[in-house]
């Protein structure tokens, strides 16, 4: 098995699967390889203080684009009785050229015989644990997730925790309005230390982007596929957006194209184009129901992913399934069902008939060939 297979097996099962250690029982004990020598951090004695334990490895996109949340929540504790702990499984030299390029802020250790790991039960990375002055078990979970509110909870500092949901909301055609959007701040850089693995991150504080290109970055911002997007520049680059909280949700992703446009020195242009192509429309109102929509689950975020014969989706709405056969096929689909809502889809990804023909049997959706408007963004 090859790198980039193994780690896109690893991010896609980070995104559902949390360790199994008991939360309110006696944390294992943290035993590593050796620690070592971080430039951005002096180690930090764990004994009789809090811990926030982070499982990682260097090619893991979810892992990197998580780091500035970490660091961020290590400064502003940076004088109470807590320390941030960092694991992985690799060896010495490649965590060295990696901290020589990334920042990081914490005591930094090597489990090559996956003791700490194992002890952890770690099903996937990133994951990270909070464990108190006791040495108690408190949280774990995803480490986007962990807040200040959590960490005031174990370091006694308030005495329950706020929990932030965050509502996907669509995005209208709002490029022509872009010129009167306010200025944002946001950091830019090309990627030059990770090959294949790339990663995003979208919460109510900010966009965290690892390893993208331009085009899969505002294929996102715009929901549009790339084949409706041209773009020049073919770098790779980590975003970081950090959301002001004056800024409605409905406006988030307009002012992140705002901010990335001019940061990047690029103009972004509308071109209609007359092409071939199809209308997704529901022609089996009974099929749809019965294998599309599962009442009995509440989504808290999008989940995708591609086997080697199915490509899945949960908690997706019509416009991601369009936008998925788009890219994937090389052809341009407009959705005619006006169906609003989080879904459940999956269809085969050999070949086009192969997806067509399943969609139609499966959920009663069913692509009809049809001469088909539709703007071209152009970046420049």
């Known amino acids: 098995m090859t790198r980039s297979i193994l780690t896109n097996i690893l991010v896609l099962i980070a995104l559902d699967v949390l360790a199994q250690t008991e939360i309110g029982k006696k944390a294992p004990a943290i035993l590593v390889d050796e620690w070592i020598d971080n430039p951005h951090q002096d180690f930090k004695k764990m004994e009789g203080q809090a811990v926030v334990l982070d499982f990682w490895f260097t090619h ?6 998580t780091i500035p949340h970490l660091n961020e929540l290590a400064e502003r504790y940076k004088d109470d009785s807590i320390v941030f702990v ?3 499984y690799e060896k010495r030299p490649g965590i060295q050229e990696f901290l020589s390029k990334k920042i990081m802020f914490a005591n930094i250790g090597v489990d090559s015989t996956y003791k700490t790991i194992k002890a952890f039960e770690v099903g996937g990375y990133p994951t990270t644990f909070l464990i108190d002055k006791e040495g108690i078990l408190r949280w774990a979970g995803y480490p986007s997730h962990l807040d200040t509110g959590l960490i005031d909870v174990v370091l006694e500092k308030q005495y329950y925790s706020k929990v932030l949901t965050f509502e996907s909301t669509s995005v209208s055609n709002w490029v022509s309005e872009l010129d009167q959007e306010p200025r944002y701040p946001i950091t830019i850089s090309k990627n030059n230390y990770m090959e294949g693995a790339s990663g995003m991150q979208f919460n ?12 899969q970055v505002l294929e996102f911002l715009l929901q549009k596929s790339k084949s409706r997007i041209l773009v020049a520049d073919m770098n790779r680059y980590d975003i970081r957006f950090k959301i002001p909280k004056e800024l409605s949700r409905a406006d988030v992703k307009k002012a992140i194209t705002r901010a990335l446009l001019d940061e990047l020195s690029l103009e972004m242009k509308i071109k209609p184009k007359q092409v071939n192509g199809f209308d997704l429309v529901l022609s089996n109102d009974s099929a749809f129901r019965a294998n599309a929509i599962n009442h009995r689950h509440v989504y808290n975020g999008t989940g995708v992913s591609a086997g080697r014969t199915f490509w899945k989706g949960e908690g997706v709405g019509v416009m991601d399934l369009a936008r998925e056969l788009e890219n994937r096929f090389g052809t341009y689909i ?18 086009f008939d192969s997806a067509k023909n399943y969609l139609l049997t499966t959920y009663g959706l069913e692509l009809v060939p049809a001469l088909l408007h539709v703007d071209i963004t152009e970046i420049r």
């Open 86 to 88: 960092a694991i992985t």
């Open 60 to 65: 893991c996109a979810p892992c990197v684009y």
């Open 334 to 351: 407009t959705d005619k069902t006006k169906l609003n809502g989080l879904f459940e889809f999956r269809f085969p990804h050999a070949s």
């Open 204 to 215: 109510p504080t900010e966009l965290s982007i690892v390893n993208q290109s331009l085009d």
